[in-house]
């Protein structure tokens, strides 16, 4: 052990890199460990077929934290939009789409009344969901306490809730125990409307429109679209990525890909260094780790040091990921029946109705793939050309419900069977698809778990659910970043607020690394 | 579902039918589902037969776990706080184990059989918790309450009764140490351990033998006052030994809904079996967090002024705040004194401080309550060195 660091960051998807940045940027020594060979991590980009790229698991901007951007300069580090603000179509088999922006919605059969209740719903989610961002821009509060600082976390939460209002405030309590298909129900009579609302709020879960916890998820996703709304960086994902990456670099940190950490190191007092799979030690002070909770603690730690409680906190978080990636290399543009190609550039959903992803997910609760799935599409190269050979377009989609803990298993013949019913569905609103496609791939959770090392290719890292979030997310005992061993710390999605492409995560852990200060 | 009443009955240990011939009361509890005896006689008759000769007590009902495999040291050593990675094969250990918050989920004895071979005896059930705790332990853990017989004899003559019924060589046996005899024709594990703060043993064999080894001891025991014991007798003899108990002088943790009702090794006067040279073990961090604060209760012995036990009686400082309570309390007749165990706040119970107890009791039905002064032991009430002597004395 010759050289040590100040703190090793274990895996380089944004939320490393963000970390990494953050600490680089306070002076400290920094490594960052990515198994892969690729930086990223479910941000990343990856290729799939002779000359075409997609982004590996996000592909759309919702919720990346303006102060990450502004701290770490990443603008100047060439960060740029390509779009924003995009709009989601509600694909109509016969064409008779919708067309929804933060604050309309258009299309066949929409009432003007329909269209001001939209609007008024949106704003007042909108509304909750600023509380939400503001409460994931901060170390969530101790739940019992002797610091003071956890009770003004806490009050100045309270302090957001209560400035909502009277009316809002109890909407919120009120809406935030029930379910998105019980909240829509109430304000909406569109099917397509309503199924396009609907998959918002079960993206990236284990969960119908029907399950509790969906109106927390659809808030999760409007958090941080105050901004740019959706969007898509200039040069696709790899856009946030790149400049993540000089950022990082600017500031210091060493990033070592194909270097997958084996072993969190530790003695009586905590952390004391990393082993890699080559059985190379490096010394640290801290460690902080982007890997999943169940990763880090159970593989990476070992339950052996931690208490038998935590463990089974840990055994208990929820993470079976449902959502598969759909990857097509088309011949020329996709042509869904009834949309201009000016609108390819959006969000594309297969969501036709609440009862269409109801019954898709109570496949996968009873361990098998949807028969008629749900989807959101995106043609990245709209955005990026430089994704494919000229003439050519790269199809993206994120696929549900494909559970992972699939019966019998993802064997080739259950994939291509999954791959099948996907395809005949597309065919149904893009009738010509098959003929143009050149390459295919899916990646189904097991896929993305064996991939980026996700347990259960969760979205989240971990369910994103109220017994699951802010003061106990992932889990009582390590939710204010810090783990139960000192100077280990998590650092991904699996930490509070969540996943999606933010940088939260990572920037808020970092800090609280920094004030827990360096050990020894 | 309402089952038959013959399903609902109290389960029977191998030795009931000699347990319901000796005793005369007719007095049964429930000890975790066993139908156990409070008194077979009288209380003191049986009492000094645990300080004056031997009592013998049916440990059946007593919960005990097996645990095996390449990483059952280890698997222990991080269970309970004390350090186990050098108790050898034939040793037996008090031990404590806590959950995260570093409470106290219970207290027992850790036999090592061998050296992937172990048994954990205790108050309550922890299968649960055990399990839990072994992830990543290549260990099989095993219930064998009801697979393992025990009898505590135990008394200034237990080893000589023993030894009559053929435990050849027991006297050499030192505190804490177990080894296998055959006794009363029956092969058997005799350990030097108990629950009375006295010369004593406790044995185990397969309760398919049961009735053979009690009759066999009782007629060795014959000429050296031997006699069946009840909970009751027990009781004054632990109290008296300073032993605490679960769900007495404790909650067990996982049991506890309030949050300041559990209680760590500390505030048990357990310190002493809390071993922080060892690396990692449950509570650990908590514990030394304790440490470094100070912890919020105390464990108390107390001699208790008058001679009304001061069972559940509230326990005051000088400025008449209540500042704790008494969790068990007898009349010591060895000690001739009025004997408690009580858990305070701290400070409080430091030393002797002022601390007093408001005792209540009946006089003719009617209730009469006394301000008793308290003064702070700091050893048990009984501890003969007899307790330790090896080899064993023989009386
Ligand atoms: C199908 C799908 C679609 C999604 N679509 C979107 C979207 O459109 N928009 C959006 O915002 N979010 C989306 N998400 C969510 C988003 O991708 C993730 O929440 C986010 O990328 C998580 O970032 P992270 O940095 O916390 O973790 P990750 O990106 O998972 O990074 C963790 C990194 O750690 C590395 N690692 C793991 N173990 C080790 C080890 N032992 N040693 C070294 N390195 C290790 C991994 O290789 C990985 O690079 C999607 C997720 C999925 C599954």
Redesign the pocket.
């Known amino acids: 052990m010759t050289e040590r660091w100040d703190a090793i960051v274990?895996?380089?998807?944004?939320?490393?890199?963000?970390c990494a940045a953050y600490l680089g940027r306070a002076g400290r020594k920094v490594l960052v460990?990515?198994?892969?060979s690729t930086?990223?991590?479910?941000?990343?980009m990856r290729r799939f077929a002779e000359g075409c790229s997609v982004?590996?698991?996000?592909?759309?901007?919702?919720?990346?934290n303006p102060r990450v951007v502004a701290d770490l300069e990443l603008q100047s580090h060439g960060l740029r939009l390509a779009a924003s603000h995009l709009p989601t179509v509600a694909l109509d088999e016969n064409g008779g789409h919708l067309t929804l922006t933060e604050r309309s919605v258009d299309g066949p059969g929409i009432s003007p009344q329909q269209r001001a209740v939209y609007a008024a719903f949106m704003d007042r989610l909108r509304r909750f969901a600023a509380v939400l961002a503001a409460a994931g821009e901060t170390r969530p509060p101790r739940l019992v306490s002797d610091q003071w600082r956890d009770y003004l976390t806490l009050a100045a939460l309270g302090w957001k809730v209560w400035q909502l209002g009277r009316d809002d405030m109890r909407e919120l309590m009120r809406i935030g125990a029930i379910n998105i298909f019980d909240v829509l129900q109430e304000e909406f009579d569109n099917p397509l409307l309503k199924g396009a609302l609907c998959l918002d709020a079960v993206?990236?879960t284990h969960m119908g429109p029907r399950s509790p916890n969906t109106v927390l998820n659809f808030l999760h996703r409007l958090a941080?679209q105050t901004g740019a709304g959706v969007a898509v960086a200039d040069g696709g994902?790899q856009g946030v990525i790149s400049a993540l990456e000089r950022a990082a670099v600017a500031r210091g940190v060493e990033i070592r890909v194909n270097?997958?950490?084996?072993r969190i190191v530790t003695d009586a007092d905590g952390v004391t260094g990393v082993e890699l799979a080559s059985g190379e030690l490096l010394a640290c002070r801290m460690v902080l780790?982007?890997?999943?909770p169940k990763?880090?603690f159970q593989?990476?730690l070992g339950p052996q040091v931690l208490d038998t409680g935590f463990n089974r906190r840990i055994h208990n978080l929820r993470m079976r990921?449902t959502?598969?990636?759909l990857h097509l290399a088309l011949r020329g543009a996709p042509a869904f029946r009834g949309l201009d190609a000016a609108a390819l550039g959006g969000r594309l959903l297969i969501a036709p109705s609440p009862d269409y992803i109801e019954l898709a997910f109570d496949a996968a609760k009873y361990g098998a793939g949807s028969e008629h799935p749900a989807m959101?599409i995106?043609i990245p190269t709209v955005h990026t050309r430089a994704l494919a050979p000229a003439g050519m377009h790269v199809l993206s989609a994120?696929?549900q419900y494909a559970p992972a803990g699939l019966r019998g298993g993802w064997s080739a013949d259950a994939k291509a069977g999954f791959m099948e019913r996907i395809l005949t569905q597309l065919a149904r609103y893009a009738p010509g698809i098959r003929e143009q496609i050149v390459s295919a791939e899916l990646?189904t959770?097991a896929d993305?778990e064996a991939?980026?090392?996700?347990t259960g290719?969760?979205?989240?890292?971990g369910e994103l659910a109220l017994d699951q979030f802010m003061m106990l997310r992932p889990v009582p005992g390590a939710a204010q970043y810090a783990a139960p061993i000192p100077g280990l710390y998590l650092?991904?999605?699996?930490?509070h607020p969540?996943?999606?492409?933010?940088g939260t995560?990572?920037r808020n852990a970092a800090q609280a690394a920094l004030a827990g200060g360096l050990r020894r | 579902m309402i089952m038959p009443l013959r399903d609902r009955r109290l389960l029977e240990t191998p030795l009931h039918t000699r347990l319901a011939a000796a005793c005369e009361t007719q007095q049964w509890y429930a000890w975790k589902g066993f139908a156990a005896v409070q008194c077979f006689t009288t209380v003191l008759q049986e009492y000094f037969a645990i300080r004056n000769s031997a009592g013998l007590f049916d440990l059946f009902p007593m919960t005990k776990y097996r645990i095996q495999g390449r990483d059952s040291r280890a698997y222990l050593n991080r269970l309970v706080t004390r350090d186990l990675s050098a108790l050898k094969p034939g040793r037996v250990s008090y031990c404590v184990w806590c959950n995260d918050a570093g409470q106290v989920l219970d207290d027992g004895t850790v036999f090592c059989l061998g050296e992937e071979d172990w048994r954990l005896c205790s108050q309550e059930r922890h299968l649960d918790w055990l399990l839990w705790s072994a992830q990543g332990f290549d260990v099989r853990i095993h219930e064998e309450t009801t697979e393992l017989a025990g009898l505590a004899i135990q008394g200034p003559t237990s080893c000589r009764i023993l030894r009559n019924a053929g435990a050849a060589g027991l006297e050499q046996l030192p505190p804490f140490q177990h080894a296998a005899f055959t006794c009363a024709g029956v092969s058997m594990l005799i350990s030097r351990t108990g629950f009375t703060g006295d010369l004593g043993y406790e044995i185990w064999f397969d309760p398919a033998r049961a009735l053979a080894v009690w009759d066999g001891l009782l007629e060795a025991g014959n000429n050296h006052g031997l006699r069946p014991i009840g909970s009751q007798a027990l009781d004054i003899a632990r109290i008296e030994a300073g032993f605490i108990q679960a769900g007495v002088d404790f909650m067990p943790a996982e049991q506890v809904v309030r949050p300041d009702r559990a209680r760590s090794p500390f505030e048990l006067g357990l310190g002493r079996f809390v071993d922080f040279r060892k690396p990692g073990f449950n509570g650990r961090r908590a514990l030394q967090a304790e440490q470094q604060r100070g912890s919020r209760h105390r464990l108390l012995l107390l001699d208790v002024e008058g001679s009304h036990p001061a069972r559940d009686a509230f326990i005051y400082n000088r400025a008449r705040q209540v500042v704790g309570t008494v969790t068990s309390a007898t009349w010591s007749p060895s000690a001739k004194a009025n004997i408690a165990i009580a858990s305070v706040r701290t400070p409080w119970g430091r030393d002797n401080d002022g601390l007093w107890a408001e005792v209540y009791y009946r006089r003719e039905l009617q209730w009469e309550k006394v301000r008793a002064c308290c003064r702070v032991v700091k050893g048990p009430f009984f501890d003969p060195p007899r307790k330790k002597a090896t080899p064993a004395l023989d009386f």
């Open positions: 274990i895996g380089a998807g944004h939320n490393g890199l963000t460990l990515e198994r892969s930086v990223g991590g479910m941000a990343g982004p590996g698991c996000a592909h759309l901007l919702y919720h990346l993206l990236g941080g994902m270097t997958a950490a084996s780790s982007s890997a999943d990763t880090t593989r990476l990921g959502a598969a990636k959101e995106t994120v696929v990646l959770p993305l991939e980026y090392g996700v290719g969760h979205w989240h890292h650092c991904g999605a699996g930490a969540g996943g999606g492409v933010s995560p990572g």
